[in-house]
């Protein structure tokens, strides 16, 4: 079982829609979660981190992190067609640990 | 320039050959970090420098791999005698110097699509 689950999708929706991406893990020490952007062919963009449990909103984007259940989502309001994209979860420990685990990610497709 | 720089973009080599991937970090990111991306995987981590040395490179995934920076800059990925399942995408990120509170974001690279024939 990987340390971090995310559901790769597809996951289409039409333009101005809620989306919903989540994932979960299984290491409960994990303090620093983010979630990062990544177009085709292009590296990852950091969008959001959060540090442990929480709430934490920029724009269109909040992201939530609940570490009693190990599960933690980013929610995109009004979304647009520039929004498709593959959307990976990551986290890591205390500051001693710099790696960040990955989630597969999960593609968007937003259909105007 | 601004972001950080991975060359090159794009290499395909024969199986047993050697390959050297380059990475630029952000100017003044003392931190830099080698993963690898599969097809249908997550990202993988590989190594982790702070400034010229490497105190994390566990992720490495066995001694046909190395990786140095010199200058606290430049850093250089080598994969000897390369085989198949070494193909992949090679990211780079960087960072300013990690610190006791707070998260340093690290920013990534376009990465080196590397396929073995």
């Known amino acids: 079982q990987k340390e971090v689950e995310q559901d790769p999708g597809p996951l289409s929706v039409p333009e101005g829609a809620i989306v919903s991406l989540n994932c979960t893990y299984s290491n409960s020490a994990f303090q620093y979660f983010m979630w990062y952007r990544q177009y085709s062919r292009k590296g990852p963009e950091l969008l959001m981190y959060?540090?442990?449990?929480g709430n934490k909103e920029d724009g269109r984007f909040t992201a939530q992190v609940d570490k009693s259940s190990k599960y933690i989502s980013l929610f995109i309001r009004d979304s647009q067609p520039s929004d498709s994209a593959t959307y990976l979860c990551a986290m890591r420990l205390n500051t001693g640990f710099q790696k960040l685990v990955f989630g597969t990610g999960t593609r968007l497709l937003v259909s105007p | 320039g601004a972001g950080v720089s991975q060359s090159p973009s794009n290499k395909v080599t024969e199986k047993g050959k050697d390959v050297e991937l380059r990475c630029d970090p952000i100017s003044g990111h003392t931190a830099l970090y080698w993963y690898r991306q599969s097809l249908g995987q997550g990202l993988e981590f590989l190594i982790y420098f702070q400034g010229n040395s490497a105190p994390d490179k566990s992720g490495l995934p066995s001694d046909r791999f190395s990786a140095e920076r010199t200058g606290g800059s430049v850093s250089t990925l080598t994969i000897q005698r390369t085989q198949q399942e070494d193909s992949a995408v090679y990211l780079c990120?960087?960072?300013?110097?990690?610190?006791?509170?707070?998260?340093?974001?690290?920013?990534f690279g376009d990465g080196t699509r590397l396929s073995i024939l």
């Open positions: 959060t540090y442990s449990s």
């Open positions: 990120a960087s960072s300013l110097a990690p610190r006791d509170m707070g998260n340093q974001p690290q920013h």
